[in-house]
């Protein structure tokens, strides 16, 4: 059954209830759309700041760090003049100060200058930057390898206890076995 149009109505002209409707969605579509955008930028704002505060920590970490290794340095430039030389020890003591010194740039300044200036040294020269990279990679792989080392014999020296103990609790329990008295089967009420 067909709805039939009154007389006169043009039946392809566009209803005015079905235009309302797709405006309204038009406009309902529209504001979930504003929202969404609004929601992604809150979203990408405290992205941001937990990144910005992770790379502080970091920053501060990685700070910390290179001021106990230019201690390190400058504490064994003593020893290196008494084995070494003079000429030695001062090297030494030059390589302190530049530890220090890069500790101290990498403390005052901020996350993003720190994120500017890698960025223009990567645009100065790129094969440092591979280099670098490739140096950090090599110097982690290592470090993640011997971690690995230290696990694994930690696990093979503690693999012949348990399995003595193992073999010991199983030699318990077949001792208690052959103690034991029989089971005796149930007689056939019959």
Excluded: W
Excluded at 5 to 20: I, N, Q, V, Y
Excluded at 109 to 124: S, T
């Amino acid at each position: 059954m067909a709805d039939t149009l009154p007389e006169g109505t043009d039946p392809s002209a566009p209803d005015a209830a079905t235009t309302g409707a797709r405006d309204k969605l038009k406009a309902e579509a529209q504001e979930l759309r504003e929202k969404a955008s609004a929601k992604a930028a809150e979203f990408k704002d405290q992205a941001a700041d937990k990144a910005r505060g992770y790379a502080e920590e970091g920053k501060a970490r990685a700070s910390a760090g290179l001021e106990s290794v230019a201690k390190m340095i400058g504490d064994s430039a003593a020893q290196i003049d008494e084995k070494l030389g003079a000429a030695y020890g001062d090297y030494a003591r030059r390589a302190a100060d530049a530890v220090s010194d890069f500790s101290g740039n990498l403390r005052d300044k901020q996350v993003d200058e720190l994120i500017d200036d890698a960025r223009g040294l990567v645009r100065r020269s790129p094969a440092l930057a591979i280099g670098a990279a490739a140096a950090a990679g090599f110097v982690i792989a290592r470090i993640i390898k011997a971690g690995s080392e230290v696990l694994d014999e930690t696990a093979k020296s503690a693999t012949p206890k348990k399995a003595e103990a193992e073999s010991d609790h199983s030699e318990e329990i077949s001792e208690s076995v052959r103690k034991a008295p029989p089971k005796r089967k149930p007689r056939d009420a019959s």
